[in-house]
């Protein structure tokens, strides 16, 4: 890669333990109130970007790219903090969400109703 591109800081990145695909499970959380918001997939790119922009970018997997949220939704997630779980598989950015997080418009891609537990 070309000195110029900029690249996740290596010490960042040798903490990170990919899937198969090279991919990291990202929730958002509203940085206020706890609520969770989504759950997404970054690359090293994509956590790069969201730690240089204070914009949360994702990998799409059904589109193989790049999406900032809210770039054509409007509905954009400022980033708050970012942090990395014990095992570096799963990063938590808390974000100031405005307007809905999930592809239906809703706040949260987690008001579908809860599922029956076993009594």
């Known amino acids: 890669m070309p000195a110029n591109v900029p690249v996740l800081d290596p010490a960042i990145a040798a903490r990170l333990k990919r899937n198969a695909d090279g991919l990291i499970a990202a929730i958002a959380q509203q940085y206020d109130t706890g609520e969770v918001l989504m759950l ?11 730690l240089t922009t204070g914009r949360c970018t994702y990998w799409s997997r059904s589109r193989r790219e790049y999406w900032t949220k809210g770039d054509t939704s409007g509905h954009v997630q400022h980033v708050k903090s970012v942090a990395l779980d014990c095992d570096g598989d799963t990063v938590l950015v808390k974000v100031d ?5 999930c592809h239906t418009g809703d706040r949260t891609c987690f008001d579908a109703g809860a599922l029956p537990l076993a009594q």
């Open 97 to 101: 969400q405005v307007g809905g997080a």
């Open 40 to 50: 997404g997939w970054m690359d090293d790119e994509a956590l790069r970007r969201t």
